[in-house]
């Protein structure tokens, strides 16, 4: 990655892939303030997580762009127009094929709606969506350790297993299910301590 002003942010991942550095640019802006829950760093630490999987798996730049913006929709004020006109219908329909519409009542139906809609499209949604959900578990475990139980959790382990049920259907033998897999696994074989 360049060492201009100009770039957003730099690191390794980001090298030679000008579609995800613009979609860097993007997020910062968008979920600037914003803060996971978790551990309280900044919520960008989640979609470049997701990022950083695809990259590690050898996903094109276009994919990697959509997971660094995969909750610009849901979170921020941006919108799918936005999207298409900066990076291309390509990443705007995959950044809407993993983003819960908002439209619909309840948490539980949202979350169903997208595991339902990730199924039917397959392919590189199913990708970011499991680096999105191997994200998530891994953030469950810091919760743990900084005072949650699993009780307080087991709402989201358990969509997170039914999400693993769906991809192991959707995307077979793939290494990111396979880490899923391990990810949930850990979280219930071996929770963390609580942090004294």
Known sequence: MSTDADSPLHLTFLQDRPLTQDAVALALERHAGQRRD??????????LEVAALLDRAHYPDHVVASAVLHDVLEDTDAERAELDARFGPEVGELVAAVSDDLSIPGEEARKDDVRERVHRLKGYPAAI?????????RELRILLATGATLRDVEVRVTRYRKSLEMLDETIPGSRLVATLRFELELLEELPPRLAT
């Open 38 to 47: 978790a551990d309280g760093a900044p919520f960008l630490a989640h979609p």
């Open 129 to 137: 969506y499991a680096a999105d959900k191997i994200s998530k578990v």
